[in-house]
């Protein structure tokens, strides 16, 4: 029997199979599984595929020929995810499993996240600080990042540190923006989330505030060649529920965080939308400079749409860009030098 085209192409290329801005998921076997990806929400919206052959199973849809996008294969009896044999690329999403992934034909990673021979590279150190009761835990891990200067410079605070350092390369990034000239120099505190206890202290916490100005800033301050607060705008930036928790800073301390860069924040929930929002609607308008971006694959575009048109509305000074992408550091990371490069140009 002739092998189907679709699943030749798929042997040689991988899965899916990609013509044009079309892509088609294949599965081999008696029984199809279910199709979970980045546009339909996954576990929110399992997709049925439908039979394409003998033992063949497949499902379309269109993406920009730009996009990067990641899917997951699920047992429908057992609710267990099953790997892809057409396509080994796989990474892990951050919460509990691994996700395969593809890039559209007009789209790849960041050049940026390459190190580049002969640039000056700045310096990453690891502390473990105490949290005295601001946050969950005797103790927090904050990763620092001075530049290759000796001059001071500002600082940037990011929430979920650890995830950007080892999952974004955020270090590299900045490192190749400030050889290329693209950004002024400026230091980092990449600070660790709390864990089990993350939702709790990004949901607009003043405790969370408490603990990046009393202590975040002092290690900083003790260990970085750093511009005294105040001096000259800092910067704070997260994504998810950490891009509440950047825009939440800012306006709560914009004597200090001047620039704010928000990566999908999870501003409006269908339920519920955070205090922030409220901030924006009804209090004085502070003095501060925002960048934010989301996917247009993922379910917290409109609320990110929402809250960029408040912010207009409001005559903040706001910028927002959307990526072909999902909710996924490796988006941010592709992303995250558009906001820099904002920000810090």
């Known amino acids: 029997m002739p092998t189907h085209p679709l699943l030749a192409m798929a042997r040689t290329t991988g899965n899916p199979v990609i013509e044009g801005d079309t892509v ?4 081999q076997g008696k029984t199809a599984p279910r199709l979970m990806d980045d546009l339909h929400n ?4 399992p997709q049925i595929m439908l039979r394409a052959g003998t033992e063949l199973w497949a499902y379309s849809m269109s993406l920009a020929t730009d996009a990067y996008f990641e899917y ?7 609710s267990e995810r099953l790997p892809d044999p057409l396509n080994p690329n796989r990474i892990w999403n951050g919460i509990n499993a691994y996700n395969h992934y593809f890039y559209m034909p007009r789209s790849g990673p960041t050049p940026l996240v390459q190190s580049v021979k002969g640039i000056a590279r700045g310096m990453v150190t690891r502390y473990q600080i105490p949290t005295k009761e601001y946050v969950v835990g005797a103790s ?10 000796k001059a001071p410079v500002p600082l940037v605070v990011v929430y979920d540190g650890s995830d950007y350092l080892k999952r974004a390369r955020l270090n590299i990034i900045v490192d190749n923006l400030i050889a290329e000239k693209h950004v002024h120099p400026f230091a980092m505190a990449m600070v660790q989330n709390g864990g089990p206890a993350r939702s ?5 916490s003043e405790s969370m505030l408490g603990f990046v100005f009393d202590c975040v800033i002092s290690l900083a301050q003790e260990h970085l060649t750093l511009i005294p607060p105040g001096g000259e705008p800092y910067g704070v930036l997260g994504a998810s529920l950490g891009g509440v928790m950047a825009m ?16 999908s924040g999870a501003f409006i929930l269908p339920e519920h939308q955070f205090v922030v929002v409220d901030l924006v609607r009804y209090a004085p308008r502070p003095k501060i ?7 247009h694959y993922e379910w917290l575009l409109d609320s990110n749409r929402q809250m960029y048109a408040l912010l207009k509305e409001k005559k903040y000074k706001a910028n927002y860009h959307e990526f072909s992408g999902g ?16 920000l810090f140009r």
């Not at 997951?72 to 057992?78: I, M, N, Q, S, W």
């Not at 992303?335 to 904002?342: K, T």
């Open 24 to 27: 088609t998921f294949l599965w």
């Open 72 to 78: 997951a294969f699920l047992d429908p009896k057992t």
């Open 42 to 45: 996954w576990e929110e919206k």
């Open 289 to 295: 400079d925002i960048w934010m971006d989301a996917g």
């Open 248 to 263: 939440y800073t800012g306006m709560r301390l914009p004597q200090i965080f001047g620039k704010v860069l928000s990566q």
């Open 140 to 149: 927090r891990t904050v990763y620092l990042y001075q530049p290759p200067v």
């Open 200 to 204: 709790l202290e990004y949901s607009c």
């Open 327 to 342: 909710h996924n550091f490796t988006s941010w990371r592709d992303d995250i030098w558009r906001g820099l490069e904002a």
